[in-house]
């Protein structure tokens, strides 16, 4: 059989839905219909998708790296096909928040100077790969480890961390802290899209009280009002001034690393461009981290 768009639509529905119930309700078909094409995809590929041996399915190792690879190619058939955007290829780039910190206005002018018919649009999405792995953007902007099957990636640099505590807080009269300074404080987490666990501090001085926040926004105000504090690159001082919130640097905190992340293949082909010029303007000359 050959293989056409809807059975990539079927794939990808099944695998956000986590049922063939929900997935076959969203497309508006047969749940008999929607597990045939599914079949007949996995036929195609020679491998499994989907284990379906438990009630909620879940994806196999082979379904996380093709849902990858499936996102991409659908998001980039809509984009063609989109009559608004006739005319124009833009570079989409994703971060989950401050992208390259006080690095992100001068990329923006460098590649509008460079590049003047591919705008580079800049998509904050409130999720870990920042919809890399959706297909909503083409490149992103990731912190931490990295683990994303079919994906490339090249490391920009380490950030350093600092804590984030309200202004009107005992510690925002410190010039510096230390991640001990924390220990008896409510610690603030975005598990949506935040880097900071609790496994940042040694297991004998870890926090005890958590208040968990589902984006960046709500991080912030929360801190703001004394609910908390929290752990977070430098880059967010820079991209998240906040009234009410202090930044102050933590001296024993490890760095974060910051990567650029594409699909491989690329879903643009000025991805590689774009690795160029936030090097060239982020790193010493003749010290350019390798992709891997």
């Not at 923006?108 to 100077?113: A, I, S, V």
């Amino acid at each position: 059989m050959t293989m056409e768009l809807r059975h990539l639509r079927a794939f990808l529905a099944i695998a956000d839905e986590g049922t063939i119930t929900r997935a076959a309700a969203r497309l508006h078909t047969s749940q008999p219909a929607l597990s045939r094409t599914l079949r007949a995809l996995e036929d195609h590929l020679g491998v499994r998708l989907i284990d379906r041996s438990t009630h909620h399915l879940r994806l196999t190792d082979a379904g996380k790296t093709f849902r990858a690879r499936a996102a991409t190619a659908v998001a980039a058939v809509d984009a063609a096909l989109d009559p608004h955007r006739s005319g124009t290829w833009p570079l989409r780039v994703g971060h989950a928040w401050s992208a390259l910190g006080h690095h992100t206005t001068t990329v923006l002018r460098h590649w509008q100077q460079t590049h003047p018919q591919m705008p580079l649009e800049l998509l904050r999405i409130d999720d870990r790969t920042a919809g890399l792995t959706t297909g909503r953007v083409d490149a992103a902007l990731l912190r931490g480890p990295l683990d994303l099957p079919g994906a490339r990636s090249t490391l920009l640099f380490h950030e350093p961390r600092i804590a984030a505590v309200s202004a009107d807080s005992a510690l925002a009269a410190r010039t510096e802290l230390a991640l001990a300074d924390l220990t008896d404080q409510t610690v603030v987490l975005n598990t949506v899209s935040g880097t900071t666990t609790l496994t940042l501090w040694p297991e004998a001085s870890r926090p005890t009280a958590v208040l968990e926040i589902g984006n960046t926004d709500d991080w912030l105000a929360a801190i703001a009002a004394g609910r908390g504090v929290g752990v977070t690159p430098a880059a967010t001082a820079d991209m998240h001034p906040y009234p009410g919130v202090t930044y102050s640097p933590l001296t024993d905190a490890p760095t974060l690393p910051l990567h650029l992340a594409w699909n491989d293949p690329p879903s643009h082909p000025a991805v590689a461009d774009l690795a160029a010029c936030i090097r060239e303007i982020i790193s010493p000359p003749g010290r350019h981290p390798d992709a891997k």
